[in-house]
């Protein structure tokens, strides 16, 4: 049972390059969430789903896009990257309570 | 202004110390979260409540709904305690989004 695993670990882009970020979880989790975390702030939620097949925007969606095709796969999808896209980003998914469970996170540097 | 408020956001303490990191809040929440994210960035949920007080080893979580306000204590507190400990709301509604505080960073010195 891996929980939630990000793919890839660490990346860096040129700016205006493309790239997408997969959560995965094994726990049959209906509601899956992207964040980004960012020095001296609190995480800010990116997008979210509530089950298969459904997306919403959090707080700060602009740039970013999303796919939920399998109820066990988020994704993230960065289509013209920037600078201002450089961040660590947290996936996380929950079941019918509240605890979120977090990803390891991925590393991205955007030049 | 932020809508959940940690306080402090640097603490320095010596091992054996009692800690305490607070939070409040100014919207309506479901349940409200401490989590703790080592300086390897992985973030584990602590304890998660929505009333009265939780205990977990050396871990104490209380909120007072009415005040708007949590605390996380440490008793005993340990070298391997540092870290940095996050507070966030979970909001009302089917996905419960949760809004986060922007951290205490906490090093206990041996």
């Known amino acids: 049972n891996a929980g939630v695993t990000q793919t890839p670990k660490f990346r860096v882009l040129k700016t205006g390059q493309s790239m997408t970020l997969l959560c995965a979880q094994d726990?049959?989790?209906?509601?899956m969430y992207w964040y980004r975390q960012d020095p001296g702030m609190g995480l800010r939620l990116i997008h979210y789903s509530v089950g298969e097949g459904t997306t919403a925007k959090g707080e700060v969606p602009d740039g970013y896009n999303v796919s939920r095709l399998k109820k066990q796969n988020f994704l993230l999808g960065l289509e013209s990257a920037a600078p201002s896209q450089t961040s660590v980003y947290f996936c996380a998914s929950r079941d019918r309570g509240y605890e979120q469970y977090f990803g390891p996170g991925t590393r991205l540097t955007v030049t | 202004k932020n809508e959940v408020e940690q306080s402090p956001q640097n603490l320095t303490a010596q091992e054996g110390e009692f800690i305490t990191i607070n939070c409040s809040y100014s919207v309506g929440i479901s349940a409200l979260h401490w989590l703790q994210q080592h300086p390897g960035g992985g973030i584990v949920s602590l304890f998660m409540?929505?009333?009265g007080k939780k205990k977990h080893g050396r871990l104490i979580a209380t909120i007072n709904i009415q005040e708007k306000h949590s605390s996380l204590h440490i008793t005993a507190s340990h070298p391997r305690d540092s870290a940095v400990y996050i507070c966030?709301?979970?909001?009302?509604?089917?996905?419960?989004?949760?809004?986060f505080g922007s951290g205490t960073q906490l090093t206990v010195l041996p």
């Open positions: 409540l929505s009333s």
């Open positions: 726990m049959n989790h209906e509601y």
């Open positions: 966030a709301v979970a909001l009302s509604g089917s996905a419960r989004q949760l809004t």
